[in-house]
């Protein structure tokens, strides 16, 4: 069974900073898809980004980009000139392409707090 | 584009009474939809998936009699806590997949839902 980890409960960052927030999964498939989503106070789930297993080219968003080590299997975001919109929830989250459409595993969330 | 609503956002009951909340996908055609529960501070946590015209598939642990989930149309799904108990106060978030993006899911708002 696949599963996501993310081994920073909390974290904090300065405005206008750079933060890495770090997530490592395990799965036995060769092609997935993986995804960081952001969960703001209003908890409207949002897609930060998103990274196809089978590319080898690192996804970039505007100030979010990701660094995907397929043998690794790691798969951190990093959030540059942090903004205090930034503050959130934040979730790095598998799924799998064996079906049209698989089900989303979620890892358990990292806080951040984006100081002023 | 791909916008899924969720109704109410916010329901309080009494104990023993039974609550439905819907899920629509709102400018796309969701084949399938999954309902989730979050607990303050934790992560999602996947009940089961909800295929237009089919059963719903419950994941481990997940009561079906319990919560009942219809899939009655493309743009329709939803989860029916029945006799509901205080412990089944939580956040319910639907998600809707659209095939065409990635195995991407658009989530709803959230359903806060409070049993006395």
């Known amino acids: 069974a696949q599963t996501v980890t993310q081994s920073q409960p909390e974290m904090s960052v300065q405005e206008a900073e750079t933060v890495t927030l770090s997530c490592t999964y395990d799965t036995s498939e060769n092609n997935y898809y993986l995804f960081w989503y952001k969960q703001p106070p209003s908890r409207q789930m949002i897609l930060v980004i998103r990274q196809e297993a089978y590319k080898q080219q690192n996804a970039t968003e505007n100030r979010f980009s990701v660094n995907f080590q397929k043998a690794a299997k790691s798969f951190s975001l990093k959030i540059s000139d942090s903004q205090l919109g930034d503050t959130a929830m934040y979730f790095c989250a598998f799924a799998g392409m064996k079906t049209s459409y698989d089900k989303v595993i979620f890892g358990p969330g990292t806080s951040l707090s984006v100081i002023p | 584009g791909a916008v899924v609503s969720q109704h109410p956002s916010r329901v309080i009951c009494k104990s023993g009474t039974s609550v439905k909340i819907e899920c629509r996908s709102l400018?796309?055609?969701?084949?399938?939809m999954f309902w989730y529960r979050q607990f303050p501070k934790q992560s999602l946590m996947l009940m089961a998936t909800?295929?237009?015209?089919?059963?719903?598939?419950?994941e481990q642990g997940v009561e079906k009699d319990k919560f009942l989930i219809n899939h009655a149309s493309l743009t329709l799904s939803t989860l029916t806590v029945t006799s509901a108990h205080p412990e089944d106060s939580s956040f319910y978030i639907c998600?809707?997949?659209?095939?065409?993006?990635?195995?991407?899911?658009?989530f709803g708002p959230g359903t806060r839902l409070t049993v006395l």
């Open positions: 998600s809707a997949g659209d095939r065409g993006r990635y195995n991407e899911q658009f």
């Open positions: 909800s295929n237009e015209g089919s059963k719903a598939t419950y």
């Open positions: 400018d796309f055609q969701a084949t399938t």
